[in-house]
């Protein structure tokens, strides 16, 4: 018995529907070697992401202009995320359609961390800021490209009923990978350099088990249909009247982002200036930690527990308000205990957000043939915020009030993320 049925896609769709297993429905659960891939590709993405974010990029823009710092960090992570807001879902589309003996989303895998491993090797020689954003973009282009194809594996592969373990496992990954940014940050002492080398080898090292055991069911070259660049372009666009449950789970995931994103853009630097931490990247690696070791267990509890009860909804909005109550401790309690609390509420918060908000995702896509293309659109909730929170940030702390400012903002909109939740209907 196939472990795939044919799909029919909510609402329909003009590009038809395959009873190939690369396009069906799966039905049977993954197995623990496929999951363990999946886990530690997250790992390396996540690493090579939020060590540069988190410490290396901040360091060498001291390194440059360590007055003007805070604008060299917002310039070089917005520019970064501004390519992965196109890349994304380009990826994605592209692996919808890619008909390699080696299936769709393997081949992205490989090619999108060859890329991002060689810019972050040429990122640790970059010695004015136009060398770093060019370099972080193509960090940006290269990481994204496997993170669409890895994200757009999940549901090519697992059943609906074993989605919020499965994203509780990836969720998981993604903060080991947080994680070991931090690590790296604190064992080089400052030398971004070598951390720059160290979470390039780690990404490469990474993709390896999964690229070996991807199972990837191969896509037949007639059943990618013949490539217009007018309708390739238009795909991305999905419209929120038909599809409102989609429309509603993007700005929610959006929402929870910024807020999440406002709270530890400037990490580093809020250590260093208002609490005065002696080593900051000692200081990001206690809180990572913490909030990594919180990430992990609710995330592995909370999937499996949405799976469970059959429900997503509950779990978001408790979590979402979570992450909120995180930015409204750091505001009031600029001290190192309060930043212990909030990276540990922050931790509680969101390891049940991306175990389960990953597995109601799933659910609302419009179109079984282009699920990359749709998570790739979906992705852009979680690549924007990287645009957005730094120039937030930067008004709050510069003009706005400083650092209260900038934690209260993110309270205030990560609320707005729980509330918009109830919009969704089709999942309870």
């Not at 994200?151 to 994203?167: L, Y």
Request: charged share 10%; hydrophobic share 55%.
């Amino acid at each position: 018995m196939s472990p795939f049925h044919t799909p029919v896609p909510p609402g329909g769709t003009s590009e038809g529907v395959s009873t190939t297993a690369a396009l069906a429905e799966p039905v049977h659960k993954v197995t623990a070697r496929w999951v363990t891939g999946l886990v530690l590709v997250n790992v390396g993405i996540n690493a090579a992401f939020f060590g540069p974010i988190n410490v290396f990029i901040g360091q060498q823009a001291i390194s440059i202009d360590a007055p003007g710092k805070e604008a060299i960090l917002s310039l070089v992570t917005a520019c970064g995320a501004a390519v992965s807001l196109v890349a994304n879902p380009l990826f994605g589309a592209l692996s919808d359609r890619t008909t390699s003996r080696f299936g769709r989303r393997a081949p992205w895998v490989l090619a999108g961390a060859g890329l991002a491993t060689a810019a972050l090797l040429a990122m640790s020689f970059s010695g004015a800021v136009a060398l770093m954003v060019l370099f972080w973009c193509l960090v940006q282009l290269g990481a994204n490209a496997a993170y669409a194809a890895i994200t757009a594996a999940v549901p090519d592969r697992v059943p609906v009923v074993q989605r919020g373990g499965v994203g509780g496992l990836a969720a998981m990954g993604q903060t080991l990978g947080i994680l070991t940014g931090a690590v790296f940050g604190a064992v080089v002492s400052g030398n971004f350099m070598v951390g720059y080398w160290l979470c390039a080898g780690a990404l490469l090292v990474s993709v390896l088990p999964y690229l070996f055991h991807s199972n990837d069911p191969a896509l037949p070259k007639d059943a990618a249909g013949r490539f217009g660049l007018g309708r390739f372009l238009r795909g991305f666009w999905i419209s929120p009247r038909r599809y409102p449950d989609f429309a509603w789970a993007w700005l929610t995931r959006f929402l929870v982002n910024v807020g999440n994103q406002l709270t530890i853009v400037y990490l580093l630097f809020f250590l260093r200036d208002i609490i005065k931490y002696q080593d900051p990247a000692t200081g990001v690696l206690v809180l990572t930690g913490i909030y990594a070791v919180m990430v992990m267990i609710t995330a592995v509890l909370a999937g499996p527990w949405s799976d469970r009860m059959g429900r997503r909804k509950p779990f978001v909005i408790g979590s979402s308000a979570t992450i909120a109550m995180a930015g409204a401790i750091m505001a009031f309690f600029p001290v190192w205990p309060g930043a212990l609390a909030g990276a540990a509420v922050l931790g509680i918060g969101f390891g049940a957000y991306l175990a389960v908000d990953f597995a109601l995702l799933t659910q609302v896509l419009p179109f079984a043939v282009s699920r990359g293309r749709d998570m790739g659109v979906i992705n852009v909730a979680n690549s924007l915020p990287q645009v957005v929170a730094p120039a937030l940030a930067l008004l709050a702390v510069t003009y706005g009030g400083g650092y209260r400012t900038l934690f209260l903002t993110a309270a205030v909109i990560g609320l707005l993320g729980a509330v918009f939740v109830v919009k969704i209907k089709g999942v309870s």
